[in-house]
């Protein structure tokens, strides 16, 4: 089975700070983990993603995330926090999968992030 | 490039009525998927289809049910609408042939429902 837990539902920087969203998994295969962000009243949109290679994987408007297995953790960072950075930001997991089996994801419950002028 | 597209965006219903969301993408997705959003419990999968003409059940399937009309459109189904379906709903697709490279879900606009 496979989860994931984000820490901080609610997370505040002040613009130009930086930005550290956390993402921890629980799976027992080898994990596809993802970031999606949610602009107000729309869809979520692909941030990054982690399948296999290198740990450091870079996404759109500047973010970044790092798979660490032995941490079970796959935190999201930005050096510095633009206003339209704000938005709700998502954690999801799947497992490897072959033979064109469906990618089902299992989302975190999602941390909001506000950013002050 | 319309992507997923959803319909309606809005709706408000009164506890017992019926009706279907649709959902259509024109990415030639193989899989396509029913997501409800809560405030505090993130995205739960209701049901999701691998292919035309297959579906499966999800988290929390209970209340619902789908249709995979063809590759491009899956709709989602309430019979009898109850309160504890208010909620925002998602529809994605994605293309799941096995390539590390396309497994990626893309999202729907979403379709706000409130049930009185």
């Known amino acids: 089975a496979q989860s994931v837990t984000q820490l901080g539902s609610h997370v505040s920087v002040s613009e130009g700070a930086l930005v550290l969203l956390r993402c921890n998994y629980s799976s027992s295969v080898p994990p596809y983990l993802f970031w999606y962000v949610q602009y107000p009243n729309q869809g979520l949109q692909l941030l990054l993603k982690?399948?296999?290679?290198?740990?450091l994987v870079k996404g759109i408007n500047g973010f970044e995330a790092e798979f660490k297995k032995s941490e079970t953790s796959f935190h999201l960072t930005k050096p510095s926090a633009h206003m339209s950075d704000a938005a709700e930001y998502f954690c999801a997991v799947s497992a490897a999968l072959y033979g064109g089996a469906t990618n089902k994801l299992i989302f975190g419950t999602g941390t909001l992030l506000a950013v002050q002028p | 490039n319309a992507g997923v597209t959803q319909t309606p965006k809005f709706q408000v219903l009164k506890t017992g009525q019926s009706m279907t969301l649709q959902c259509a993408q024109d990415?030639?997705?193989?899989?396509m998927y029913w997501y409800r959003q809560d405030p505090g419990m993130g995205l739960r999968l209701i049901y999701y289809?691998?292919?035309?003409?297959?579906?499966d059940k999800g988290e929390v399937p209970n209340g619902y049910n789908v249709s995979r009309l063809n590759k491009r459109e899956f709709s989602l189904r309430l019979e009898s609408a109850a309160p504890s379906q208010t909620s925002v709903y998602f529809c994605a697709s994605s293309e799941d042939e096995g390539l590390l490279a396309k497994n990626i879900q893309y999202f729907g606009a979403g379709t706000r429902l409130s049930v009185l």
């Open positions: 990415m030639n997705h193989n899989s």
């Open positions: 982690y399948t296999t290679g290198a740990t």
């Open positions: 289809s691998a292919s035309e003409g297959t579906t």
